[in-house]
C-alpha cells in the first residue's frame, strides 16, 4: 500500500497535461482557427481525414475510402475522366454528359451541373460547397451567402458585396446587406458582380418591348422581347457577361441614357460580351430577342477581384 501511495503522490502532472494538450492539437488541425471560430466547412473542428466518409477542410471529395480510379481519389480530389472534354458521352469512365466544355448542364468533370455535388460549375454556381444547406456561406441554390463582413467598409465582391459604406444602415445608397440601392433606379431587375446567373424567358411578366436596335448591332432587327437588368460599377476594370440561349438572342451592355434609355452602346454578342467598366457608372444589360421569337436564357457576370 505504501508503495502505490508514492507512485501516486510522484506522478508528473506536466507530463500528463502535456499529453492532453497534444490529444487536443492532434484532434483540431482541421480546424481553420484551433481554439477559435472554425471555418464553415469544418464547423466541428475535427482533423479532416481523407477516406473517412466526411468531406471537410480543403477535400474536393471523400467517398469513404483511398483508392483512386473511384471518382474521388487517394488525397480525396476528384478525378476527371481522361475522355472527359471529347464531346462523347463515354458512361464506362464515369460520363453523366461531354459538352466537350463546361455549359449549364454539364460540370467540367463531365457530371451533370448539380448543386450541392462541391463541383463548383463556374457558369451556373457561385459557390459548391458539397452540401445543399444554407448558413454555411454558400446558400441551398449555390450563390454566395452574404457574410457577416458587410458593414466593415471593405467592399467584397467575391463575397457578393456590390457596396460597403461601413455602416448596416438602408436608405443611404448602400442597404444593410451590402447590395447597392440605385442599382434598381430605373425600375428594372438589378444585377451585380457575385450574384447568381439571372434565368429567365424573354417573354416572361418582366420582359419589355421598348428597345428595337442598337448601334453596336448594326442593321440587325432585335424588335423581339427584351428582358433588362441595371447594374452600378463599384469599380474601374474589365467585366464580363455571359448569356447562354438560342441562336436568336443577343447580349446589349448600354450606358444609361436619359430617362432610362439607351445611352452609348458599349458591347454586344451572341454569347456574351467583356468591356472596361467606369466606377461609378450605370449600364443596362439587356437580353434582347429577334422578331417573332422568344427564348429561355442564363446571364451571368464575373468581375475581376478588388485590388
Same mark, same amino acid.
Given at each position: 500500500m505504501t508503495r502505490s501511495l508514492i507512485t501516486l503522490t510522484s506522478f508528473n502532472w506536466s507530463?500528463?497535461?502535456a499529453a492532453a494538450a497534444a490529444a487536443v492539437a492532434a484532434n483540431t488541425v482541421g480546424c481553420a482557427d484551433p481554439g477559435g471560430a472554425c471555418a464553415p466547412e469544418d464547423t466541428d473542428c475535427v482533423a479532416t481525414v481523407c477516406g473517412d466518409g466526411v468531406r471537410t477542410g480543403a477535400e474536393q471529395c471523400d467517398d469513404g475510402n483511398t483508392a483512386n480510379e473511384d471518382g474521388c481519389s487517394a488525397e480525396c480530389t476528384t478525378e476527371i475522366p481522361e475522355t472527359c472534354g471529347n464531346g462523347t458521352i463515354e458512361e464506362p469512365a464515369g460520363e453523366q454528359? !461531354?459538352?466537350?466544355?463546361?455549359?449549364?448542364?454539364?460540370? $467540367?468533370?463531365?457530371?451533370?451541373?448539380?448543386?450541392?455535388?462541391?463541383?463548383?460549375?463556374t457558369l451556373l454556381e457561385g459557390c459548391d460547397d458539397g452540401n445543399t444547406m444554407g448558413g454555411d456561406g454558400c446558400s441551398a441554390e449555390c450563390t454566395i451567402e452574404l457574410p457577416s463582413a458587410c458593414g466593415d467598409g471593405i467592399v467584397q465582391t467575391q463575397l457578393g458585396e456590390q457596396c460597403? !459604406?461601413?455602416g448596416l444602415t438602408s436608405g443611404d445608397g448602400c442597404s444593410s446587406t451590402c447590395q447597392l440601392e440605385n442599382a434598381n433606379a430605373c425600375g428594372i431587375r438589378a444585377i451585380g458582380c457575385g450574384m447568381a446567373p439571372q434565368g429567365g424567358m424573354t417573354n416572361s411578366t418582366a420582359a419589355t418591348t421598348r428597345f428595337n $436596335?442598337?448601334?453596336?448591332?448594326?442593321d440587325v432587327n432585335k424588335s423581339g422581347p427584351e428582358v433588362v437588368y441595371e447594374w452600378v460599377a463599384d469599380r474601374?476594370?474589365?467585366?464580363?457577361?455571359?448569356?447562354?440561349?438560342?441562336?436568336?438572342v443577343d447580349l446589349v451592355i448600354s450606358e444609361v441614357g436619359p430617362d432610362c434609355g439607351l445611352g452609348a452602346c458599349v458591347a454586344s454578342g451572341p454569347a456574351g460580351a467583356t468591356f472596361a467598366a467606369v466606377? $461609378?457608372?450605370r449600364y443596362l444589360v439587356i437580353v434582347d430577342s429577334d422578331p417573332g421569337t422568344t427564348s429561355p436564357y442564363q446571364l451571368g457576370m464575373s468581375c475581376p477581384p478588388q485590388s
Open positions: 507530463t500528463l497535461l454528359c !461531354d459538352t466537350a466544355g463546361e455549359t449549364v448542364t454539364c460540370d $467540367g468533370d463531365c457530371t451533370r451541373a448539380l448543386c450541392g455535388d462541391a463541383w463548383r460549375n460597403d !459604406d461601413g $436596335g442598337y448601334s453596336c448591332l448594326a474601374s476594370g474589365n467585366v464580363s457577361v455571359w448569356l447562354e440561349g438560342t441562336s436568336t466606377a $461609378g457608372r
